[in-house]
């Protein structure tokens, strides 16, 4: 089975600058964590006060894992083994220069990383530094990886990539589902329109790239499975050519282990909020650049925004209807709605009916703007600025 990473537009170059959303006094000497400007635009000092992923479990289904990565050490939980041949499998699919342990040890860190040096100051750190990983080779048998992660604890379910469909590929995504698994995959990295799955299965949350400026990556693919926008583009990652290696990655795979990363912190706050309904607080608390404010949502190339982690855990939103506003599976998958969730609003009816700016509020609004307009007055003839999304 042939599979297209979600991140084939890497670099292993060394950083050079990626631009922060705000210049940091307590900035680390070391140039991957001054590069790593996710964590800024989400202000991600401030969330871990509230969640920090403690407790929450995240399968990564990849080719392959340095668990011993200096910003991942202890992060690891045990995997199943599914033999030598996936590796081999998945080492068919590489370029020159890629190593079968890069993908998804950069996914991990971004998810998950607790950096290293003085304080973890350096490397990479995740936006969810408590979450444990699940490490699940899936080159052999997607549809037996997903249904392991879910039979083995998994709260999230990480698919940075994308392949063709299989008889079980939406079948064990909905199993997962049923399990009360959370799950994000990539929409793909060919500006095409043509459908891609897993992405393609009801249920799952499907994530293209964001820039630092809030605009959607050129490269993203874009339909109607595009649900939300994350940090993808010139972002640091860990790398498994060493314990100490580093690339930067331009791709929505590390976008969607953004949004994983998201999901384990609301995870963890709200446990007993279905998969639906931790969607839901992803979706109404979205963000959109002020030129694209005039947006019917969803979008092809915006969906429902990028993701805000902020307002995501403390903004009071009521649990909504269990399926939550993205198309969910029918049938057996159903079950998960019934799995001791809070009492639900009125269905809204999928993603047609979800009114995203009543549902962001007046007051976020108002704090948003003020920020971008601070943000972009002193760039405003020469290029825009970038977007806090904290």
């Known amino acids: ?54 407790g929450v479990t995240v399968a990564v289904l990849d080719t392959g894992f340095r668990q011993t990565h200096q910003d991942l050490k202890g992060q690891f939980l045990p995997g199943p083994d599914f033999g030598k041949a996936t590796q081999e499998a998945g080492a068919k699919d590489l370029k020159p220069g890629e190593n079968v342990l890069d993908h998804g040890t950069g996914m991990a860190a971004i998810i998950a990383g607790h950096g290293h040096g003085p304080g973890g100051s350096e490397g990479v750190k995740g936006l969810a530094p408590d979450a444990k990983i699940l490490p699940v080779p899936e080159y052999k048998n997607s549809g037996l990886a997903t249904r392991w ?22 079948e064990s995504i909905h199993y997962a589902i049923s399990k009360g698994a959370v799950v994000v995959a990539g929409m793909g990295n060919e500006s095409a329109t043509e459908k891609n799955y897993p992405v393609g299965c009801p249920g799952v949350i499907g994530v293209g790239a964001v820039d630092q400026y809030g605009k959607s990556a050129e490269f993203n693919n874009y339909n109607s499975d595009m649900d939300l926008l994350a940090p993808g583009v010139k972002v640091p990652a860990a790398t498994g050519k060493s314990d100490s290696s580093y690339h930067t990655e331009n791709g929505n795979s590390g976008s969607t282990a953004y949004v994983s990363a998201a999901a384990a912190l609301l995870k963890e706050k709200y446990p007993n909020l279905t998969p639906g309904q ?74 047609q009916a979800l009114m995203l700016y009543g549902g962001i509020g007046l007051g976020v609004l108002l704090v948003l703007g003020i920020i971008i307009a601070v943000v972009f007055a002193a760039r405003r003839r020469k290029n825009p600025g970038p977007q806090a999304w904290g």
């Open 1 to 54: 089975m042939k599979v297209t990473r979600t991140l084939r537009a890497t670099v292993g170059a060394a950083l050079s600058g990626a631009l922060l959303i705000a210049a940091s006094g307590t900035a680390s000497a070391d140039q991957t964590r001054k590069d790593l400007w996710p964590l800024e635009a989400f202000g991600a000092e401030q969330l871990w006060k509230e969640a920090t992923g403690k």
């Open 149 to 170: 992660a879910a039979d083995h604890g998994a709260d999230v379910i990480n698919m940075s990539y994308t392949e063709g469909r299989s008889a079980d590929t939406c």
């Open 278 to 351: 931790i969607a839901n607080r992803l979706v109404k608390t979205a963000g959109l650049p002020q030129d694209q404010k005039g947006l019917k949502l969803p979008d092809a190339h915006y969906g429902y925004g990028f993701i805000q982690p902020g307002p995501a855990l403390r903004k009071d939103i009521p649990a909504g209807a269990k399926e939550g506003p993205l198309p969910m599976p029918k049938g057996k998958a159903s079950s998960q709605l019934d799995a001791g969730a809070q009492d639900a609003d009125p269905p809204m009816g999928g993603k």
